[in-house]
């Protein structure tokens, strides 16, 4: 199936009342409520792209979707690139592409992959992506808009986020961005953490350190906000941007000991070692520590089955070193 392509890569969101209606009884954001239109002109507003990669989230989609052409905002180029679903998402998608830039549904190498086949059709200055389980709050993109006028130097703009459940109960009402410098998110989620969906970079930034490294399926984002702040500046921005879901079949939770094995590595490949090492020692630990959980204990096995390679790794750098310093 061929991508969709509009004929302007950017175009004024539509109101609530030019999409479809909302499923019933569904009520508020994003089904019934809207962002009033900004008050900037569309010539005075940066270009913004978003990118939404999805296989198999039908149930998720729709409200993504809404979140992001409900902004009211003037100049948005929004692609939905899918994985080839089978569940109904392709509907979803057909539902809402005359306001869409472009959508595909084919099959992909991962959500990396799909990102980055937005993204290498972006026209915007100001780029992103949201995934099909989350949704953008009322009035994000217009806050993306003002922090990034006012602190054009950055590489990227980030604000707070909450968690919720699939039926939109509140888990986490506020998750703030911290530790933003390449250090703190090389400890990822220990000191550094960003919220995905709130996190907007420049395409200044992006063409200076390249777009996601597809080998990654898990910690992709991490890479990048490492490249990011090895060459600028990332901005809190003291607002609430978007919402993300907890579901058992979200990837970091469904396969927890493959989300940290990646991230050790992505540690190792980045000039942390040492701290790859330690982060290590201590999850199994801790795994240790509550094996009687069957959970735990899946998590405990797909680690120790990862964590071979990994020091592979280590052992490889280590010795090419000791050969460099017992050269002439």
Request: charged content about 25%; hydrophobic content about 40%.
């Amino acid at each position: 199936m061929s991508v969709a392509a509009s004929p302007m890569p950017f175009r004024q969101t539509p109101s609530l009342a030019e999409l479809p209606p909302p499923p019933r009884p569904l009520q508020g954001w994003p089904w019934t409520s809207e962002t009033p239109a900004a008050r900037l002109p569309a010539a005075a507003a940066p270009g913004v792209t978003l990118v939404t990669p999805s296989f198999n989230q039908a149930v998720f989609l729709e409200a993504t979707i809404r979140s992001v052409l409900l902004q009211g905002y003037p100049r948005l180029e929004y692609f939905v690139i899918d994985g080839g679903s089978t569940d109904g998402s392709v509907d979803v998608i057909r539902k809402y592409a005359p306001w869409l830039s472009g959508w595909v549904s084919e099959a992909d190498r991962g959500q990396s992959h799909a990102i980055n086949k937005g993204l290498a059709r972006s026209e915007g200055s100001l780029l992103g992506w949201l995934n099909s389980d989350d949704r953008l709050l009322p009035g994000a993109l217009q806050g993306l808009a003002r922090a990034a006028t006012e602190q054009p130097e950055a590489v990227a703009w980030v604000a707070s986020a909450r968690t919720v459940e699939p039926d939109g109960t509140v888990v986490h009402p506020r998750v703030p961005p911290r530790g933003l410098d390449r250090d703190s998110i090389a400890d990822w989620n220990h000191v550094g953490h960003v919220p995905q969906p709130s996190c907007f970079f420049s395409r200044v930034a992006i063409d200076r350190v390249g777009p996601l490294d597809e080998r990654y399926h898990f910690v992709m984002d991490v890479d990048l906000w490492l490249r990011l702040a090895a060459v600028g500046r990332i901005v809190e921005v003291e607002e609430m941007w978007a919402e993300e879901t907890r579901h058992d079949a979200a990837k970091t939770m469904a396969q927890r000991g493959s989300f940290l094995a990646e991230l050790h590595l992505l540690q190792i490949r980045s000039g942390y070692e040492a701290l790859a090492l330690q982060r290590l020692g201590s999850e199994l630990q801790e795994l240790e520590l509550h094996r009687r959980g069957s959970a735990a204990a899946r998590v405990k096995h797909e680690l120790v089955l990862l964590l071979h390679p990994l020091l592979e790794l280590l052992r490889r750098r280590r010795a090419a070193r000791e050969r460099g310093n017992s050269g002439p």
